[in-house]
């Protein structure tokens, strides 16, 4: 009797643990670990993952229930990603089969075919599959399951004689074409041609021509040409069985244009110094993390480069994470420029079939380097020898719906499983790294110096209160907009960024007050020029604009706040001849839009690039020599306790796209606070005296990095029982947790109602508590068992990256 071991995809179910099924007797030599099967539960068939296999049971025989089918003959998890699951579900608080989706491309959740492809000569093949191949190249999955070859087929996919290709059922995304393949047998090519009569002249000609090109795969439109034949004697000859359409699924290419081949320059003394202690890890095995602290522009990507280089020599594979918005083409040429055909690109611009290709390249171990944003951590390499985290601050890394995972941790743990380095780089580092490298958890590795040894860009800081004074109503100080004229004169390029997080154009009522709110959130809704409504950024609610307060019927009803529209509408105005690419989510929404703006303002098809935080990152433009920044403290505001420090990231990041090639930059930082200490630190662009500031700050509140924080959130459509209910999470925690731990809470979340739900939480502080997570796992036990019914949604989030 052989039992599987299956984590079930059921989310509302108290108890994570896997099930036993029985592995009926024609399955048993197919099924493996990391195979996904189809079991009955309750009354439903559902999917699910094998983690194990075994030979007994406790589960009585009259219970016992046997798997109904088999999904995959090849597993789709490998033993890490497995072992990785089960210590990933305690780390975040989540179910084990949220943690398995998470590895695994979404298109195996979408609809798909199989495809068996013949990797040898069919002759290789032992019978039945011989006899099938004979005749084919690729034959579907679901054909020979019906012949009942699925055990053959398994044993010639462990020879690697066959391969499953999973073919995406969704429209526009598969790409395969017809091909024409003659026969290998000369002889019968021979026979057919002799059996025909010789008023087939065109088939007889075709048949010639294919006894010279027996065996090949032929495209049907080359035979044609070539042949001088019709689709009709092509077909006859076919019918004789002479050839036969086979399909073959080409790898669809997101990438667009060939990039050439680039060198690798020669280091910087600084970045030698850099990659050595690397590349010895790499040679010893060594699981250590490096913390490349490196200026805007020193080159911290030249450093990967070489890194990965040696890390391909060494015959092992490389993944390097990149945050989602500065995925540019830009960005992913660097890599592909240098190591071609073995780079596989992942992330969410791609369509899901083009992520699955990418995938599976990297499952079928054709390539050596996956380049992708948060979830390409895991890539299923199975030699990994090089993990990359760029731009290690972003908080992007870490996931907001469960599985809460954040991306640096999984790649530690898959540098202590493969016994390999991990670079977190960046010129901003987090707080929470920067302190590891300070107590060698990390090791520090720093540029001080850029690249070509340009020199930073200068900043100066305006204090906008002083341009209101003099009563300049634009936007734009004194000194910015003559600093915008100068390059204009010049034909230099001019990045301006509007700092718009938790911030928006709201529609506000000048007589009362009242600003438009959403109907189902606490959020005031965004005014939107281009349809002229208004819109909630969290949950998409729509409405025209009021002609009339809803309120008082005052018709002094009128939008305010600065919006990137509105900011290109007063640059046009001030500067008439001034060419503006505007990048934000309105004008990147559809696919490749973003990559087409960077494209042309890298082209220099624009004098001004004006955006979000989306073009605060990554860009590397020559001809960049002024920055502004038009409003630095919308994010200063927020309530949060990184406020500073993201305020402090987002204005190096954005000055360091100044000046990075011959011509120096120069950047100027509008504010109305220009004493803030995140503001003044920005403008000497030093990292290290603004850490020191910021972690006596954090030290006096106990924030991270001196202490771990968790966040709890309980929400309810009705306000009273979602209040009742954090009440009771904050006094199970108080009973459970020691004195390690404060508990903070419950109160209100920053946005009480979202979705027209209320939401409440507490906050729980920590250094060392042991009891944390099993306190934490038996809460959400009580929630799935109880609460869920009645409505309630409990999350819990460790080191959340908002508050
Ligand atoms: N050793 C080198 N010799 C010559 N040029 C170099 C060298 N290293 C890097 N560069 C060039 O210097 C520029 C800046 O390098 P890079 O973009 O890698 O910096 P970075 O540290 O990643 O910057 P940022 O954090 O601002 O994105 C690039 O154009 C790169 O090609
Ligand atoms: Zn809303």
């Known amino acids: 009797m052989k039992i599987a071991e299956v984590i079930v995809d059921v989310s509302a179910y108290p108890v994570d643990r896997p099930f036993d099924y029985l592995i009926p007797d024609e399955m048993e030599e197919l099924i493996e670990c990391g195979c996904r099967v189809k079991v009955p539960f309750g009354a439903r068939n559902i999917l699910g993952f094998v983690v194990g296999i ?32 089960k210590w990933m579900k305690n780390e975040t608080i989540s179910y084990e089969i949220d943690c398995l989706q998470v590895m695994i491309p979404s298109a195996l959740r979408a609809k798909y075919e199989k495809m068996v492809v013949l990797e040898t000569d069919a002759e290789n093949l032992e019978e039945p599959l011989r006899t099938v191949f004979r005749r084919t190249t690729k034959a579907n999955y679901k054909e020979l399951e019906k012949q009942n070859l699925l055990i053959p087929l398994k044993k010639a996919l462990k020879e690697k004689w066959v391969s499953i290709e999973t073919v995406v059922k969704q429209k526009g995304t598969i790409k395969e074409i017809r091909k024409v393949k003659i026969s290998e047998d000369k002889d019968f090519l021979q026979k057919v041609y002799e059996n025909l009569s010789n008023r087939a002249k065109k088939q007889k000609q075709l048949l010639l021509w294919m006894q010279q090109h027996a065996g090949e795969i032929i495209e049907p439109e080359v035979i044609y040409r070539k042949t001088d034949s019709s689709p009709q004697v092509l077909q006859a000859v076919i019918g004789h069985g002479a050839a036969e359409f086979v399909m073959e699924e080409v790898y669809r290419n997101p990438f667009k244009k060939d990039v050439g081949k680039t060198d690798f320059f020669t280091l910087t003394e600084e970045q030698e110094k850099a990659l050595q202690p690397i590349v010895d890890a790499m040679d010893n095995h060594s699981p250590e993390t490096f913390l490349l602290h490196g200026v805007t522009g020193s080159g911290k990507t030249e450093v990967y480069l070489q890194a990965i280089q040696h890390c391909i020599q060494q015959g092992k594979e490389a993944i390097v994470l990149v945050p989602e918005i500065s995925l540019t083409p830009q960005m992913t040429n660097r ?105 060698n958890v990390y090791k520090l590795l720093t540029l001080k110096e850029r690249a070509l040894k340009q020199s930073l860009p200068s900043v100066e800081i305006v204090d906008m209160r002083k341009e209101l004074k003099k009563g300049n109503r634009t936007m734009f100080s004194e000194k910015l907009a ?78 305010f706040g600065t919006g990137t529209q509105k900011v290109e509408e007063e640059l046009t105005k001030l500067f008439p001849g001034a060419r503006v690419l505007r990048m934000d989510v309105d004008t990147t929404k559809r696919k490749g839009a973003h990559e087409r703006i960077l494209e042309d303002f890298g082209a220099g098809k624009a004098d001004i690039l004006l955006g979000t935080q989306m073009i605060a990152k990554g ?57 803030h200490y995140a503001i003044q630190f920005a403008k000497a662009q030093q990292y290290e005296p603004f850490y020191e500031r910021e972690m006596l700050m954090r030290h006096e509140a106990d924030y991270p990095p001196y202490y771990y924080i968790a966040l709890v959130q309980v929400s309810h459509e009705d306000l009273l029982v979602s209040a009742e209910y954090a009440k009771k999470c904050a006094d199970y925690l108080r009973s459970r947790l020691s004195f390690n731990a404060s508990i903070i809470g419950p109160t209100t979340a920053g946005i009480v109602r979202l979705q027209n739900r209320y939401r409440y939480q507490c906050l729980i502080k920590y250094k060392i508590e042991p009891n944390l997570i099993p306190t934490f796992l038996q809460l959400m036990k009580i929630y799935r068992t109880d609460w869920m019914k009645k409505g309630i949604t409990l999350t819990i989030d460790l080191n959340p990256t908002m508050i």
Not at 67 to 78: A, F, K, M, Q
Not at 395 to 418: F, G, L, M
Not at 631 to 652: G, I, K, N, V, W
Request: glycine content about 6%.
């Open 482 to 559: 003559e600093a915008i004229r100068g390059r204009l004169e010049k034909n230099e390029q001019i990045v301006l960024f509007l700092n718009r997080r938790g911030y928006s154009s709201f529609v506000l009522c000048r007589d009362c007050g009242t600003v438009m709110q959403c109907e189902n959130c606490d959020i005031s809704l965004t005014y939107h020029r281009y349809n002229e409504k208004l819109k909630c950024h969290y949950c998409g609610y729509e409405q025209p604009v009021p002609a009339i307060c809803p309120l008082c019927g005052s018709d002094h009803i009128r939008y």
């Open 335 to 439: 890599f592909r420029s240098r190591f071609g055909e073995l780079v596989a690109v992942m992330h969410s611009g791609l369509s899901i079939g083009e992520k699955f290709d990418e995938w599976r390249k990297v499952h079928h171990r054709k390539v050596k380097v996956v380049v992708g944003a948060r979830s390409a951590v895991f890539a299923p390499f199975e030699n990994v020898g090089l993990i990359i985290i760029d731009e290690e601050h972003e908080t992007s890394y870490k996931q907001e719906d469960s599985p809460r995972y954040h991306a640096r941790d999984v790649a530690i743990w898959r540098s202590k499983y493969h016994r390999c380095p991990v670079i977190l780089g960046s010129a901003t580092p987090s707080l929470e790294s920067y302190a590891r490298a300070r107590k």
């Open 619 to 675: 860009l590397d433009f020559p001809n960049i020599t002024l920055v502004g920044v038009l409003s630095a403290d919308t994010s200063l505001h927020l309530p949060d306790f990184r406020a500073a420090e993201r305020t402090f990231q987002l204005l190096t990041q954005v000055s360091g796209r100044a000046g990075r090639a011959e011509k120096p930059g120069e950047v100027i930082i509008q504010t109305y606070s220009p004493e």
């Open 54 to 85: 075994k030979n007994d049971t406790d589960v009585p025989p009259d219970k016992l229930k046997p798997v109904s089918s088999l999904l995959d003959i090849e597993p789709v998890l490998t033993k890490e990603m497995m072992e990785l699951a």
